[in-house]
């Protein structure tokens, strides 16, 4: 085999149809977060964007994005924006793992949403979680069956809350694939506020994951596109998502909501419209990714497998990288796959944020009249 490294923009159009064909071909492969677009878009605002492009006897056989940080330093493509990596190739197709980060570059390269069982790096994964899903093949009431056998008591519940919104509030509506940018910017809005209020660190403060953000919006084709729904009461917006979608997978990616309407659960509420949407567009799947949340158990009637594992060549860069990362990376795992653990640490998190958000309450109390 061999292997060139590249940024994705350099790659031909017969290259990149090529990778669009090896990623239809194979449907463990079905996530926008593989497409090329993805690539394209990521490696047009972040110069440490790479691909290496597989050949074997002169014909293209697979495509590996990844992230090239100093001292060799590999990442999936999108890190920790992400919820699925791994070789867009041929189905089967095995290249030697550490020939492959010696042609990167790289020292070392640690996943954590690889797609499972890839042969090239399934000998180096050190778990398999799985990843829920609303699969709609058999139809959207064959899924909202399923979801009332997963839980009938939290359905009857929302179902109560979503009349009493629309009683309340005025009549709900749901905004399928907008391309409303004022709607974007209060979603992006909204989950700022959520990561404040939930003491997580606010990706939206950066400058290039907005405008990553407002890239993938404007993507319109049939196998790639950016997706935002935003129901309504009435005329006032109340929950929203924005994510990505193949011509028949869409992935979660950022939902929220205006927690001035936090006691009718718009969240849960936006999921289950959506949901109905998303099966009369046609798309097959919503992946809502691993993790502990309890309303991806109550909704989902499917599951994908992604794995977590590490890849390294002896070097003081692989060796600093296993004693900075892998013990917290094994802590954090161990926390998100649990349903309790996940409650009580964010519970211990958004303590944090309100802390933190009452501090600066307190700071804007002491400053000068008139101050900005």
């Not at 924005?242 to 990616?253: E, M, N």
């Not at 600093?320 to 964010?346: C, E, F, M, Q």
């Amino acid at each position: 085999m061999n292997i060139t490294v590249v940024r994705p923009g350099d790659l031909g159009e017969s290259e990149r149809s090529r990778w669009r064909e090896l990623q239809t071909a194979d449907m463990s492969l079905d996530n926008p977060f593989l497409s090329v677009e993805f690539a394209l878009a990521m490696d047009r605002l972040r110069d440490y964007v790479r691909t290496a492009v597989v050949e074997d006897a002169g014909e293209i056989v697979g495509f590996f994005p990844y992230e090239r940080h100093h001292f060799g330093i590999g990442k999936p493509l999108g890190g920790f924006l992400t919820t699925c990596h791994g070789l867009i190739g041929v189905r089967g197709v095995k290249v030697e793992a550490k020939a492959l980060l010696r042609a990167c570059g790289l020292n070392v390269f640690a996943f954590d949403h690889m797609v499972a069982g890839q042969p090239t790096f399934a000998p180096y994964e050190s778990d398999v979680r799985p990843a829920a899903v609303m699969d709609f093949t058999a139809g959207y009431e064959a899924w909202l069956a399923q979801v009332k056998e997963n839980s009938a008591k939290n359905l009857k519940t929302w179902r109560y809350k979503e009349r009493k919104l629309a009683r309340e509030h005025g009549e709900l509506r749901l905004s399928w694939a907008s391309t409303d940018q004022g709607e974007l910017r209060q979603l992006l809005a909204w989950k700022s506020d959520q990561y404040r209020r939930t003491g997580r660190v606010d990706r939206f403060a950066q400058p290039w994951i907005v405008e990553l953000t407002e890239q993938m919006h404007a993507e319109r084709s049939p196998g790639f596109a950016g997706v935002l729904t935003m129901l309504y009461a009435g005329d006032v917006p109340v929950a929203g998502h924005f994510g990505l979608r193949t011509a028949t997978t869409l992935v979660g990616w950022f939902p929220a909501y205006d927690s001035e309407f936090g006691k009718y659960s718009p969240g849960i509420v936006h999921h289950l419209r959506m949901a109905e949407a998303a099966a009369g567009a046609g798309l097959h799947t919503v992946d809502m990714g691993k993790g502990g949340k309890d309303y991806k158990h109550w909704l989902k009637s499917g599951t994908l497998h992604v794995s977590e594992g590490r890849i390294s060549r002896p070097s003081a860069a692989a060796a600093a990288h296993w004693i900075g990362r892998v013990p917290i990376n094994k802590a954090r795992t161990i926390v998100t796959d649990s349903p309790s653990l996940y409650r009580a640490a964010d519970r211990v998190l958004k303590g944090f944020g309100r802390m933190r958000s009452t501090r600066g309450q307190e700071s804007d109390l002491k400053e000068p009249t008139g101050a900005l």
